[in-house]
């Protein structure tokens, strides 16, 4: 009867040489359906973790931010259409979607050293929360929004003078982009004292 070790052994040989016991046909097919299982799998964990069940399952996000995005008309309006979370905060393309996936392990990494676990922890770093987000949204032309908000579909006629106007001029030209005229759309803006224009 064979030890563990030498049951190891044997099969590590088998690992570091498998065309040495497989044929190519097995060994591509095995692959090809390896490939397909991972593939699958990690676009589920993908689209899972791009919920907004997911998002407020943690009690930082859904006692903290959540609460204030109920009393938004990005939550509840005339039109029915709402935004989640994913929606503002999560690219749509693939790509975008992966780079943005990559950026939020350090807020995993803050959630298992309980960077913002108490209200207090919450407060205390709002506005740097909030400036980082600012910074993401300004660096990408304010993606997430125009998901939904378009210049070519915006009826500037119901819209009041001073918006028709910055939306028909500077953000069209691409001289500004949404977050820079509507922080605190979605959520409480932090204390803005010392910031230049507030």
Same mark, same amino acid.
């Given at each position: 009867?064979?030890?563990?070790?030498?049951?190891?052994?044997?099969?590590?040989?088998?690992?570091?040489? $498998?065309?040495?016991?497989?044929?190519?046909?097995? +060994?591509?097919?095995?692959?090809?359906?390896?490939?397909?299982?991972? /593939?699958?799998?990690? %676009?589920?964990?993908?689209?899972?973790?791009?919920?907004?069940?997911?998002?407020?399952?943690?009690?930082?996000?859904?006692? %903290?931010?959540?609460?204030? +995005?109920?009393?938004?008309? !990005?939550?509840?309006?005339?039109?029915?259409?709402?935004?989640?979370?994913?929606?503002?905060?999560? $690219?749509?393309?693939?790509?975008?979607?992966?780079?943005?996936?990559?950026?939020?392990?350090?807020?995993?990494?803050?959630?298992?050293?309980?960077?913002?676990?108490?209200?207090?922890?919450?407060?205390?770093?709002?506005?740097?929360?909030?400036?980082?987000?600012?910074?993401?949204?300004?660096? %990408?032309?304010?993606?997430?929004?125009?998901?939904?908000?378009?210049?070519?579909?915006?009826?500037?006629?119901?819209?009041?003078?001073?918006?028709?106007?910055? !939306?028909?001029?500077? +953000?069209?030209?691409?001289?500004?982009?949404?977050?820079?005229?509507?922080?605190?759309?979605?959520?409480?803006?932090?204390?803005? !004292?010392?910031?230049?224009? /507030?």
């Amino acid at each position: 009867m064979k030890t563990l070790f030498a049951l190891l052994k044997e099969y590590w040989g088998i690992l570091c040489r $498998p065309s040495v016991y497989f044929s190519l046909g097995f +060994l591509t097919l095995g692959g090809f359906i390896a490939g397909i299982i991972f /593939w699958g799998g990690f %676009n589920t964990a993908l689209e899972l973790t791009n919920t907004e069940k997911f998002c407020v399952s943690c009690h930082e996000m859904r006692d %903290n931010v959540f609460v204030e +995005l109920k009393d938004t008309i !990005h939550y509840s309006n005339r039109s029915g259409v709402r935004a989640s979370c994913p929606d503002c905060h999560v $690219p749509h393309e693939w790509t975008h979607k992966i780079a943005r996936k990559m950026q939020a392990s350090k807020e995993v990494w803050g959630k298992i050293f309980g960077t913002i676990d108490t209200r207090d922890k919450f407060v205390a770093m709002r506005r740097e929360l909030a400036e980082h987000e600012w910074a993401r949204l300004k660096a %990408n032309d304010s993606r997430e929004c125009r998901n939904c908000h378009n210049f070519e579909f915006m009826d500037f006629t119901r819209q009041s003078k001073r918006a028709a106007a910055m !939306h028909s001029t500077s +953000l069209a030209k691409g001289e500004a982009t949404c977050i820079d005229c509507h922080k605190g759309i979605a959520h409480k803006l932090p204390d803005m !004292h010392g910031v230049k224009g /507030w």
